[in-house]
Nanobody
Framework: QLQLVESGGGLVQPGGSLRLSCTASGFTVNYYAIGWFRQAPGKEREGVSC????????YYADSVKGRFTISRDNAKNTVYLQMNSLKPEDTAVYYC?????????????????????WGQGTQVTVSS
């Protein structure tokens, strides 16, 4: 059974940093496309960043480019999202999700409903 567990969320001041972790069990992360998605109150879920299973290529939403970095540690079966220069508009519940790669992450990541396995989410609040 595929399971994903997120951790690392919390309250941070604008300009601060957080690192989210997504630890997988029941499957090996380097065989799946793994994505980070977020959903703010009253807004649709959106793809933030994804990493491919094959060559490690990545996708970032325009709103986080240059501030967020996704990475994968195969030995720990964990995917990370390093978030720097956080803004109040980054406040949301952040989810990680996995799906067998059938296209590029550039094509998959913007479409959250293509991903079939989800974690429970972790709250990120950016506020002074």
């Amino acid at each position: 059974q595929l399971q994903l567990v997120e951790s690392g969320g919390g309250l941070v001041q604008p300009g601060g940093s957080l690192r989210l972790s997504c630890t997988a069990s029941g499957f090996t992360v380097n065989y799946y496309a793994i994505g980070w998605f977020r959903q703010a109150p009253g807004k649709e879920r959106e793809g933030v960043s994804c990493i491919s299973s094959s060559d490690g290529s990545t996708y970032y939403a325009d709103s986080v480019k240059g501030r967020f970095t996704i990475s994968r540690d195969n030995a720990k079966n964990t995917v990370y999202l390093q978030m720097n220069s956080l803004k109040p508009e980054d406040t949301a519940v952040y989810y990680c999700a996995a799906e067998l790669s059938f296209s590029t992450v550039q094509a998959m990541c913007p479409l959250w409903n293509l991903f079939g396995s989800w974690g429970q989410g972790t709250q990120v609040t950016v506020s002074s």
